[in-house]
């Protein structure tokens, strides 16, 4: 078969792929240093004080990553159901160390959609603690920051089973 001709046919794309790969290869290797950083982070993070930690997340250039920021939201999902007041301590924690990420670094419409997780988590935390109007109140501020997020339709998912209480613990 004949192909045609033109300027998006026949063109070697190769080397632009590998040119725009080589770009990203430093954030993609941050990236993995941060995930692997973070359970050691956790750890550390949870052995201080309640005041302590939001210290450490807002000032020390340690703490802030976002992949500490989701390891905090699965511990408060994981403690949520148990102790509700716990797991709202550790989802608020979540929402000040996203307050204190680098927008620049991680992106705008990531950041907003960490903001969304954090304020879904709160929510379900409170609607365990039996405060259906805490919850809502939570779960509205979610839904305005996925307005500004990636519009993952996953995490559009993810809080609606958040309001209906069909979220696994």
Not at 72 to 85: G, I, K, N, T
Not at 114 to 133: E, K, L, S
Not at 149 to 162: F, I, K, N, S, V
């Amino acid at each position: 078969s004949r192909r045609p001709k033109g300027p998006s046919f026949g063109q070697p794309y190769g080397p632009a792929i590998d040119a725009v790969l080589a770009g990203m290869r430093p954030r993609i290797r941050s990236a993995e240093q941060e995930w692997a950083e973070a359970p050691g982070l956790l750890a550390e993070l949870l052995r201080h004080t309640l005041a302590r930690r939001e210290l450490l997340v807002r000032n020390s250039s340690r703490f802030q990553s976002l992949a500490l920021c989701g390891l905090l939201l699965v511990r408060s999902h994981e403690e949520s159901a148990e102790d509700p007041w716990h797991g709202e301590r550790l989802a608020a924690l979540a929402l000040l160390l996203a307050e204190s990420l680098d927008a620049d670094w991680y992106g705008d419409w990531a950041l907003a959609d960490a903001h969304a997780r954090c304020w879904m988590q709160i929510g379900n935390a409170r609607r365990f603690a039996a405060d259906p109007v805490g919850a809502e109140r939570a779960f509205r501020a979610a839904e305005a920051y996925l307005r500004e997020g990636t519009g993952d339709w996953e995490e559009q998912a993810r809080l609606a089973a958040y309001r209906t209480g069909k979220v696994r613990t």
